[in-house]
């Protein structure tokens, strides 16, 4: 068994700043790519940041320059440090882990989502 989970969203106003964070526990043998994606009401669901075993960092253009992606191998655990939010940040936000399990198969796993929630 594998579990995802998300914490840190909130209501938060224009300008200000969110830190979400995200684990994968369970029966792991090794975690590749961690990510976060958001799905805003009425809109598909899009990558915000990825990043992989190696520290490579992927960002949406929307938010580069105003959030971050660290990731912490150790405890399979990232965060994603998000700056000067804006109401079009508003969404949930979904992290996921793409890993392999100790019976033998890669997939990806996702987290239930987080609200953000950006007042102007």
């Known amino acids: 068994q594998v579990q995802v989970v998300e914490s840190g969203g909130g209501l938060v106003q224009a300008g200000g700043s969110l830190r979400l964070s995200c684990a994968a526990s369970?029966?792991?043998?090794?975690?590749?790519?961690m990510g976060w994606h958001r799905q805003a009401a009425g809109k598909q669901r899009e990558l915000v940041a990825s990043?992989?075993?190696?520290?490579?960092?992927d960002y949406a253009a929307s938010v580069k320059g105003r959030f971050t992606i660290s990731r912490d191998n150790a405890n399979n655990k990232i965060i994603l440090q998000a700056n000067n939010l804006t109401p079009e940040d508003t969404a949930v936000y979904y992290c996921?882990?793409?890993?392999?399990?100790?019976?033998?198969?890669?997939?990806?796993?996702w987290g239930q989502g987080t609200q953000v929630t950006v007042s102007s």
């Open positions: 990043i992989n075993s190696g520290g490579r960092t």
């Open positions: 369970g029966s792991i043998i090794n975690v590749y790519a």
């Open positions: 996921n882990a793409d890993l392999l399990g100790n019976w033998g198969q890669r997939n990806t796993y």
